[in-house]
């Protein structure tokens, strides 16, 4: 099989509207969190979101870099975050003017958990109250979970796999491991993958709110309501934003010179076969998905310094995570690392595994771990593991673990190491 | 210049991103200003949201150009 390594990344995030201003805030221990200010939210039960900051902000996100006047009319906002991102990534690696025959070989793998809905929302009481005559011409393809690989394939000219995995949660993570199998099993060999979500609207914080899993309990302190592993833990706060990377296979990556921040070497699935939102109760999902990355890696377990949670702060799934890690890794769990950001940036849903992807390799490039903020009480299950309470943490990271799970029960690892 | 051809020329650079000045009244919407084939059905619509008219597919397809708007615009308006 080829190998396969990053070559470029690229960030649309609560903290930052690049990758370098999102980790500088991530490691300064800063939260996105904040009121939600995109619609009037005083009816709600969760009144508290992460949101990507508007352009006139310190760290704000300007859709115009990136992305052309007439497609942020006609499409959602995780397809304008998906596309920023994705060219951030390729200007990073310098891949932006590739020839025709590289781009028949370099594809797109940029998923959703939700996709449009808030413009499906908008857009139905449009058809409701105006009738059909007047729904958008732009309405479907502006809200369809594949269309930032598709808008990113036209923008860029890449020819090769088109894909877009729709897996909730785990989104970002499937994306990044199938396309990755991609390039190694020779389909492509550059691949955009990642994934996007932009779901705070009326009807998606309703939605997981009747679900039971937002925090509801920290609306007058938004900062601390996302606060995983803590005993005061009462849901997820939901994000928004993007993360992408450029995989490539590693000769032509070493033969261009390019610059390498990790090779993808593990990766795993699983299916919990128990409960649509409910992680199983013995957490047996999360444990095959991670044992299937780490056995494809060839490391071994002393080998993993640092573990990015899936973490989102709600009661039931975090500690069962974190039993999950305890039963594969033993007494190597003492020597690691491990940290929920979602603490400080919320669950950006499709878009997580791919942004915490990135975490992980900016954790090997920097050689420090990002902190889980808020973990003032630990649940009394968390004594023994490093979870990088408040504070970063400089110390060696050579190879990383990145867990994403999803409603459905759908699990997925990632193995990265550093070249 | 009309009061109708102000409106549809306000309503083209919304939809279409395009500079003003490029909105002539022998402006090809396709050839001349970027649009595809979806963008001159939405800009239809924009229309007769914006003037009270009803523009049937037939007469939408021969709207053409920025002067061909303005026109049908102008002869239907009530």
Request: charge should be negative; charged fraction near 25%.
């Given at each position: ?29 800063r939260?996105?969190?904040?009121p ?52 951030q990534?390729?200007?990073d690696a ?13 594809g ?6 939700i ?5 499906i929302a ?26 930032i690989?598709g808008?990113?394939s ?30 190694a099993?020779d ?10 979500e932009?779901?705070?609207?009326p009807?998606g ?22 606060r995983?592993?803590?005993?005061d833990r ?26 390498i ?22 957490g ?22 640092y ?38 940036i ?74 | ?8 020329k ?22 001349d200003?970027?649009a ?33 708007a ?6 239907h308006?009530?």
């Amino acid at each position: 099989m080829r190998r396969v390594v990053v070559t470029g990344l690229g960030l649309v995030t609560p903290l930052g509207a690049d990758v370098e201003t999102s980790w500088a805030n991530l490691i300064a221990s800063r939260s996105g969190a904040g009121p939600i200010t995109r619609f009037d939210a005083s009816d709600q039960k969760c009144r508290i979101a992460c949101e990507v900051k508007p352009a006139d902000h310190a760290y704000g996100f300007d859709p115009s870099k990136r992305v052309d006047h007439k497609i942020q009319r006609q499409v959602d906002p995780f397809i304008i975050y998906g596309i920023d991102a994705a060219g951030q990534a390729l200007e990073d690696a310098g891949l932006t003017e590739m020839t025709e025959a590289e781009r028949f070989r370099a594809g797109c793998s940029i998923g959703a958990g939700i996709g449009g809905l808030p413009g499906i929302a908008s857009e139905s009481i449009v058809c409701h109250e105006k009738g059909p005559g007047r729904v958008s011409p732009h309405f479907v393809h502006g809200r369809l979970i594949n269309l930032i690989s598709g808008q990113v394939s036209i923008k860029y000219g890449l020819m090769g796999p088109n894909h877009a995995v729709v897996t909730a949660c785990s989104t970002g993570a499937h994306s990044i491991g199938d396309a990755a199998r991609m390039i190694a099993m020779d389909d492509a060999d550059v691949m955009l993958a990642g994934g996007a979500e932009g779901a705070i609207c009326p009807l998606g914080i309703a939605g997981f709110a009747q679900a039971r899993a937002l925090s509801t309990n920290f609306n007058d302190t938004p900062e601390k309501a996302s606060r995983p592993y803590d005993r005061d833990r009462d849901g997820f706060v939901m994000g928004e934003g993007a993360g992408v990377v450029v995989l490539e296979e590693y000769e032509r990556a070493k033969a261009r010179g390019a610059k390498i921040y990790g090779e993808v070497i593990g990766y795993g699935l699983s299916g919990d076969a128990y409960h649509v939102t409910a992680p199983h109760p013995e957490g047996s999902g999360a444990f095959r998905s991670m044992e299937m990355a780490m056995r494809k890696s060839g490391l071994s377990l002393s080998d993993i310094d640092y573990i990015n949670a899936h973490g989102t702060s709600t009661p039931l799934g975090d500690e069962l995570e974190l039993g999950a890690v305890r039963r594969l890794f033993g007494n190597a769990i003492g020597d690691l690392s491990m940290s929920s950001t979602k603490s400080a940036i919320g669950h950006l849903l499709g878009g997580a595994g791919a942004v915490e992807s990135i975490f992980c390799l900016l954790a090997m490039r920097d050689q420090i771990v990002p902190p889980t903020l808020n973990l003032d009480n630990p649940s009394e299950n968390c004594a023994g593991v490093d979870l990088v309470p408040h504070v970063a943490k400089k110390r060696p990271v050579r190879a990383v673990l990145n867990n994403s799970f999803g409603f459905g029960g759908t699990n997925a690892s990632l193995v990265m190491k550093a070249v | 210049m009309s009061e109708t051809a102000d409106r549809v020329k306000k309503i083209v650079v919304e939809h279409l991103g395009v500079e003003a000045d490029k909105v002539t009244e022998d402006a090809s919407f396709i050839d001349d200003l970027g649009a595809d084939s979806l963008d001159i059905v939405e800009l239809v619509m924009a229309f007769e949201e914006e003037f009270g008219v009803e523009i049937p597919d037939d007469a939408a397809e021969k709207i053409t150009t920025v002067k061909d708007a303005i026109s049908y615009i102008d002869e239907h308006k009530g």
